[in-house]
Structure formats: structure tokens, C-alpha cells
């Protein structure tokens, strides 16, 4: 149960907001207020109080018990602007109550406890296992303390690192990335990182039991000296993908069964063919050769092993090879330019990176995001197929790479020409982000109602007489058409051409929006016709939409309906 408690009427507003949000939740606690609070504190597992953190410090201060009995407690301030995790952090749940008050109330979570040593900083993120003295060294690397990173299987797309952490050091408190299970496992400062690494590949005859396969693979790697927990799958060949046996282990093992043709896996060099599986489902290798096919350019660390049933004759085979890291190229958009309008999941994929890539001026826009240690590889405007190029060779040689573009990064951006560099050697994530068109429509009102289409008007990388053809055709087809790049110093004809191919099919009165860095501090707009806009406000911070011909200018707004019979 949750106690809430208010003395003043916005602390009581604050409360009905909470108690409306969670109704199953909350006990609102009426009444002197001294009294309440103590009664909340004895019945209520946490507490939110919408008073004066100093009063709330004077009243609980001789009820205080313990961490492990006391409440969580929360307070608010009269404004609604801060939800303070005051007492019980961690124990209490008050952290995680702050947000939850904070994601509410709209406020904002205030927590002063040092980042819960349950994880590694930063590398939680990953779902990659972690074993061993996670808070001593979670610790160690928030306190700025040298820790050991060490890497024996070649560069992981780990996020960045605190300077902290480094190769270089020789300290006894370490961080090891690694699928082995090492002599340091046991060692008091030392984190072992799984990753994904392993690829177990299995053959089996007709009714092999499920029980059989996982004894072998765990002997396969116990022996082996390999963590179970870095098998990032399974591997057979198609004649077995519905082989009880091998599906519920893989089941049981948490990881994908891959399958592979028998010509694929025939087609592979492996140390131990024969000639059984080549009669049985026509590859020479099933368990080597499926392990190798799902690690490609990666090494055979355990060679073909037979399983040992108690009786019977052995009815299980397997390999274990190791994939080589493949690094992880996300490009994210980073939106028109306010800072609310960069989404969740970019501002996450710009802290998953260790290296960002992109125009200085957009690394500028999100700096104060970047993990202490993140590489910033930037350069100024042009060279965009070198910074393509040197994304794609970062995440090639196994970092987290995050490509960055403002509004949405595919749209006339850096996504193509990177993933034209691209092979599939790297994982690839695209995050959307807010483009100019949709920013400034949501200023001008709703312009794009109906069927639109964007046209960008720089004659850099598209000859004229191609956007020509297309504007002709948006004209023809009545498409609302929002102009990227509309005019600059030297290319200044362009804009007005457009709009005169565009008047041949609709009346002067069309209305057009223009607007200047949308949602920046500068931003500028304005709702005008085809026949009075003055081409000179707009330049290469601007778009500019034009209507079809059911667009209409109401109040000052500009709104295409969505279907053609408008009433006025
Ligand atoms: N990837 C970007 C577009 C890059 S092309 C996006 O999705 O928005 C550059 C053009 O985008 C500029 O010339 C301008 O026309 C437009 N643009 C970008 N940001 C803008 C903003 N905040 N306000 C208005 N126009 C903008």
C-alpha cells in the first residue's frame, strides 16, 4: 500500500492525480498532519507526501527503524515539479516510486543513491550475462578507480567505458569479456562478461533423446573449458529442425536452433567427415559443419564428440565453434532539434554506443547524452560519404557505432549511403526520428491530411531535370509537397521555378506553410498562398509545404481534408 499525505490544495490535487492513476494502490491519509504521516509510516509499505522535504525529515526522523523495515518515501514539492526519493532508495523502492510519481505527475525524479550496485554500469544493457564480484566492480568503475578491461576474443560492441576502464591498467580489479571459464572466475575483483559467443552444432539419430543431447553439449564445453552461458545457438541441418530431441534442448537451453541445407554443410571444410551422415542426410558433417555455418569467419574450438548413453549406442554428435563479435551500427534520427522531440529509444541507442559519427553540429545538439568515454568521430558539412564509410568501419571492426542525423536519419541522410557500405558482417539498427516535414506540419496545423510527398530541391545529388519531372508530376497528381533544402546563397531560382509548376494546377489562393527550425529556439512560421510568398524568408533551415487543392487556410491554419468532398 502506498500512503499519501497533503496539507495544502495542490499537494490534495497532487494526491487524487496518484490515487486516480493507481486506484488499487493508494491510501490517502486525512487528518493533522504529523498524525497522518505516522500512521502511514506504520501501515504503508512506502509513502508519498506532498510536503516540504525538510518537514517530512523532522517528522519521520523518530520513527526511523532500519533499511530493511522502514517504507520508501517520497516527497513532492507544492509546485509539482521535483518527486524526491527521500528515504529507502533501494530498499524501500522509493527510487523506482519517484519515477513512477515523476512519469505522473510529470515531474521530475530526484535520487541521490549511487547507481544500484546490482549491475555493471552501462553493460546491463547488453542481456549479456554477468557473473562474479558485480558490486566491487560496479563500484570501482562509478568510484573512478583503474579497472582491468580485458577483451581475448577481439573488440565487443560494448557501450562506452568510463576512461576508468582500460586495457592498460594492471589492476586486480577486472572486467573480462570472455566465453571461458577461467581461473579468475573465482578472484574477488574480477566481472566476467558473457557474450554470445558460442555456436553448438548437433547431430542426431531418429528419437535421440532430448536428456542425451544437453549431457554431451555440457561435457562438450565443461571440457572445453566454456561457459554454457555464452551459447548463443543451436545449429543442425534442415533433416533435423524437427528432431524432438534437438528442438527441446535448444528449448531448454534458452537459444534459436539454426538450420542449414545438407548442400550448404557439404560445401564446408570441416576436420572429421564421414561417411554415415553423408548416407543418413547427405553432408559428410553435420555437427562441425552446422557449427562453422553459424560462426562464419570464426574457429572450431571443440571438434565433432560423440554422446556416451549409459546404454545403448550413442545417438548424439557435437561441435562447438566461436563466432567472431560482430559489431553494431545503429543510425539514429535525433529529430527536428528539440530536445523532447528526440525519442526514448534514440537517446538509449546514443548511450548503448561506444563511438558516435556524424556532422559536428548534431553531435553538438546531443553531447550532454554521451557516456563519459564515448569516441565522438565528427566532421563538418560534405564528407558524408567518408563519415558513412567510417561508421560502417568502426562497427566492421566490432564497436558499437551510432551514425547520427537530424530528423529522421534516412530521409535525404546518412542511412543509405552507410548501409550501401554495409555487408552483412554487422548487425544494423535503425531508430526513427521526427523529420522537418511532420515537425513543421504539426506548426502549420494539418497540411498533410491527404497524399504527400516530399521533394528535395538541392540539385547536388539529383540532376534538375529530374526534381523538375517530379514536381511536374506532384502538380499533376494535386499531391501536397513539402521542399527540403528550398533555397540557399546560390541556388536560389529552384524554389520559385517549383512553385510555378506547381500554380499551373492549383489557384494562387493555395495556401503554403513555411516554417524556419522547427522547434529549435529560432523557429519561425507562417501560413501564406502560392501568389504572396515572399521566397527570400526561406533558406536551408526552412521547409516549405504546399497545399493540394482542397487545402484551406482555416483560422490562421493550414488543413488539407482527408478526403475530397470539403465542406467550408
Ligand atoms: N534528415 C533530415 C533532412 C535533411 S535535409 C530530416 O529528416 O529532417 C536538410 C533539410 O531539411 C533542410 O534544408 C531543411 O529543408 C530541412 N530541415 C531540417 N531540419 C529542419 C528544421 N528543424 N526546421 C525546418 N527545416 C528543417
Known sequence: ?????????????????????????????????????????????????????????????????????????????????????????????????AQRVADVLGCRPVISTATDAAGVPGLDMLGWPVEGAVAAVSRAILDGDPVRLDTPHGVHPLPALPPNVTAATDSDVSLIVTDRVTDADAAAGTVLL???????????????????????????????????????????????????????????????????TADRLAGIDVPNPSDAPLAAVGTPSVA?????????????????????????????????????????????????????????????ELRRASVIVGLDQYVDQIRDLLRPGTRILESGLGAEEERARTAVEQARAGHAVALIGSGDAGVYAMASPALAEAADDIDVVGVP???????????????????????????????????????????ESDLIVTFYNPRSRGRDWQLPKALSLLAEHREPGTPVGVVHAASRPDERSEVTTIAALDVTTVDMVTVVTVGNTATRNVAGRMVTPRGYRWQA
Request: hydrophobic letters at 45%.
Open 1 to 97: 500500500m502506498i500512503g499519501l499525505i497533503s496539507a495544502t490544495s495542490a499537494g490534495q490535487r497532487g494526491c487524487e492525480h496518484l490515487a486516480a492513476a493507481w486506484p488499487d494502490e493508494v491510501r490517502v491519509y486525512d487528518g493533522p498532519v504529523r498524525e497522518a504521516v505516522g500512521r502511514a509510516f506504520a501501515e504503508c509499505e512506502q509513502l508519498v507526501c506532498f510536503l516540504a522535504t525538510g518537514a517530512v525529515v523532522r517528522m519521520i526522523a523518530p520513527l526511523l527503524r532500519g533499511k530493511d523495515t522502514d517504507p520508501g518515501v517520497v516527497t513532492v514539492d507544492e509546485t509539482h515539479q521535483h518527486a524526491i526519493a527521500l528515504l529507502g532508495g533501494h530498499g524501500g523502492g522509493a527510487n523506482e516510486l
Open 194 to 260: 558473457r557474450p554470445p559467443s558460442l555456436v553448438v552444432g548437433v547431430g542426431g539419430s531418429r528419437g535421440v533423446p532430448a536428456d542425451e543431447v544437453l549431457t554431451l553439449i555440457g561435457s562438450a564445453l565443461a571440457d572445453a573449458g566454456l561457459s554454457p552461458r555464452s551459447v548463443a545457438a543451436l545449429a543442425t541441418v534442415d533433416a533435423k529442425a524437427d528432431e524432438a530431441g534437438i528442438v527441446e534442448a535448444a528449448e531448454r537451453l534458452g537459444v534459436p536452433l539454426l538450420t542449414y
Open 288 to 348: 562441425e559443419a552446422a557449427a562453422l555455418a553459424a560462426a562464419p569467419g570464426g574457429e572450431l574450438l571443440v571438434p565433432k564428440r560423440k554422446s556416451a548413453p549409459q546404454e545403448g549406442p550413442a545417438m548424439a554428435t557435437a561441435a562447438v565453434a566461436r563466432r567472431r563479435p560482430r559489431g553494431r551500427l545503429s543510425v539514429v534520427g535525433l529529430g527536428p532539434g528539440a530536445r523532447d522531440l528526440l525519442t526514448p529509444r534514440a537517446r538509449e
Open 433 to 475: 526520428g521526427v523529420t522537418a516535414a511532420l515537425a513543421a506540419a504539426a506548426i502549420l496545423g494539418a497540411p498533410l491530411g491527404h497524399d504527400h510527398v516530399s521533394i528535395s530541391l538541392s540539385d547536388l545529388h539529383t540532376p534538375w531535370d529530374v526534381i523538375e519531372r517530379r514536381v511536374r508530376a506532384a502538380a
